[in-house]
């Protein structure tokens, strides 16, 4: 399978900062706070694109950041929103965080989903009114930005999927029609992961066909190899349904379509409503006419090709009629059951707590990280702010738990405090 893998960086916007500023006008002695919030910093968007193909371009950079926001001003402006950074993906590509897990399934041309949120922008000194502090001389800096190391995957999506009971001949099929030589066997499960080709038919157009493992009875529930490959069928937009005309073991064909049918609507009904061709495989057999002709009264509403793939005979009508049933498939437009994972980030600790080798008790990281870097430690206001946010976040009482007295001095996010109980 043709597989693109690149790991990169991702940065929102930091918020801008509010500001503290007092409204100053003439024959006005002493104006009300007036200093406007930050904007917000840019998210970081991923987005579908069906013109691109791999990921290339993005190999190329691996690092990407959104705008900050631009900072308050007076008069209660608002700081401008950072621009969000839109990166485009090709269909198919996967955006998985560092533990592995999803975070982005893009599928769709113009499917956007959100990963990296840009940090809130830091309120002015007008929030900070209150009955008792009509003039404060608070604001607040803006959050700061997330940085997200991702692993994106791009995973070819096939036009057509080639599906069917183990040994059908499905990859005999997709080897006389591309040029992918997978391996063929007479026993069930020869083929473990799909193998994408590039096929052209008859009217000159292109598509991708993907041949699957086989499926079998239960592969809805597990059974077999079938079960992790029903989602790249999913994603397909035809199917070509592969059935041995002359099974070894003379089992019926008609069962045998039965069979699939039914595990295509148990793992998803939705399965049933692609667009579906039976490629009646194995025609040059002896038997095989019987059970095209039961194949024909027992389906007599399915689109049905006898073929055999073995002695490339009768190929193109099959292809033909694919290429045709693909342009109808595109021009459905897909509900938007997209698949879409919003990243949820996991929620920070409060702090870290840590014996430095002078001896000095360090806090930092987490929450704390970031109301340190939201706080003017220049504005008597916000460092009491501060202090009262350090006692709510529990910072002073375990600092005292570690022995921490009046006095002694402790490290904040680098910075020297003096601890006061
Ligand atoms: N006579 C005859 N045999 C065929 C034809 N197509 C495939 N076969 C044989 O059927 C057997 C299975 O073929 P594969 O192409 O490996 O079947 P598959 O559907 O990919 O099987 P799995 O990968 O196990 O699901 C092989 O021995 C092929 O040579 C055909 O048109 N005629
Ligand atoms: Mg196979």
Redesign the pocket.
Known sequence: MFVDLVNVELESGKGGDGIVAFRREKYVPKGGPSGGDGGRGGHVIIEGHEGLSTLLDIRYKKKFKAEDGINGQNKKRHGRNGEDLIIQVPLGTQVRNEEGALIADIIHQGQQVPVVYGGRGGRGNVKFVTAHNTAPKIAEKGEPGRVLAVSMELKLLADVGLI??????????I?VISAVK??????????LVPNLGMVQAPDGKNFVVA?M??LIEGASEGSGLGYQFLRHIERTRVLVH?V?M?PMDGTSPVDAVKIILDELKAYNPDLINLPRLIAA?????PEAEDNLKALKEAYPDMAIFP?????KENLEPLLFETSKYLELAKQVPKDDDYYYYKYEESLDVPFELERADDGVYEVYGGELERIFKMTVFEQDQAVRRFSRQLKRLGVDQALRDHGVKNGDTVRICGAEFDFKD
């Open positions: 069917g009971l183990p040994s059908a001949g499905k990859s005999t099929l080897s997978p391996k063929i066997a007479a026993y069930p499960f020869t083929t041949d493992p086989g592969v041995d002359a495989n194995k025609m040059d057999l073929i055999s793939a073995y002695q």
